[in-house]
């Protein structure tokens, strides 16, 4: 991994449990996958930034693009190369390891907030996508209309005392990722909201999937497993149905922007 950036702590954290993040957790995202991947044309090359285990690149590919990922999390890139042929690479988003204006279509999904700076992360981005091609940023609408957001104040009170929510543009709040986007010379083309909402059959895979949240790892670290599953749980009672099963809420903004 090229240079000392977020990802060196945020490969860890989202790779320890890569294997049951990609089978039970990562589908939440997929309305936003589906309908960013309709908009792919075969033949053309297009790069997931933060791309986890592969799933929009697995889209991508079906369309007939040549695909390229890229994520800071060893485990997570390797389960990608299993699924989709594709040029996967480990590697920080904040210095994208592919020459300027190599793809036609770049995408960002709950990814460039963890950058340590949101433009620069963004200016990467721009870089390596051709004059006239696309660049698409998605990332949970405002906290409050997030269930599986709640979920992360609970569990605040296991994390190590020094820790703290890490400084972070709003990205949340209407208009943020817009501003953020033609800071980094982009030219936004349209925007857009999507529900993501999120299922568990039952507790026990309920527990075993949020766990996989790269946000839970230092909790895990500090005050256990079981610890933190139990809160996790507790504070997922609202979200239960009278079957034991459990539904969450949520919502992804997203805009399509094009680099002139
Ligand atoms: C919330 S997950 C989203 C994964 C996937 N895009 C999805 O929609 O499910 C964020 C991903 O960004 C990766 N990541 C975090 N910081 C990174 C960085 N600085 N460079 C590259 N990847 C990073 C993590 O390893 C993780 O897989």
Not at 120 to 127: K, N
Not at 158 to 168: D, G, M, V
Not at 227 to 246: K, M, N
Request: hydrophobic share 45%; with cysteine.
């Amino acid at each position: 991994m090229r240079g000392s950036t977020t990802a060196e702590v945020h490969g860890p954290r989202w790779g320890a449990r890569a294997e049951a993040r990609a089978e039970l957790y990562a589908h939440m995202s997929m309305p936003v996958w589906e309908l960013v991947a309709r908009t792919v044309r075969a033949g053309s090359a297009v790069l997931d930034i933060g791309c986890g285990s592969g799933e929009f690149c697995r889209l991508a590919a079906a369309r007939g693009a040549a695909v390229s990922g890229l994520d800071a999390a060893e485990a997570m890139v390797a389960i990608a190369r299993r699924v989709v042929p594709g040029d996967f690479r480990v590697g920080a988003m904040e210095s994208l390891p592919w020459e300027d204006e190599t793809f036609d279509l770049v995408t960002g999904f709950n990814a460039f907030h963890m950058a340590a700076d949101f433009g620069v992360a963004l200016a990467e981005a721009r870089r390596v996508t051709r004059v006239g091609g696309t660049v698409v940023l998605s990332n949970w609408t405002e906290v409050h209309r997030n269930d599986v957001l709640v979920l992360g104040k609970a569990v605040r009170p296991l994390q190590p005392p020094e820790w703290a929510p890490r400084p972070s543009p709003p990205v949340g709040e209407p208009g943020v990722l817009e501003s953020l986007a033609v800071e980094a010379g982009l030219t936004v083309d349209s925007t857009g909201e999507i529900d993501v909402p999120w299922e568990a059959p039952d507790r026990r895979t309920l527990v075993r999937a949020l766990l996989t949240a790269g946000s839970y790892y230092l909790a895990i670290e500090h005050s256990g497993e079981a610890a933190v599953a139990e809160t996790l749980a507790e504070a997922s009672e609202p979200f239960r149905r009278p079957d034991g099963s459990y539904r969450f809420e949520n919502s992804y903004r997203y805009v399509v922007t094009t680099r002139r």
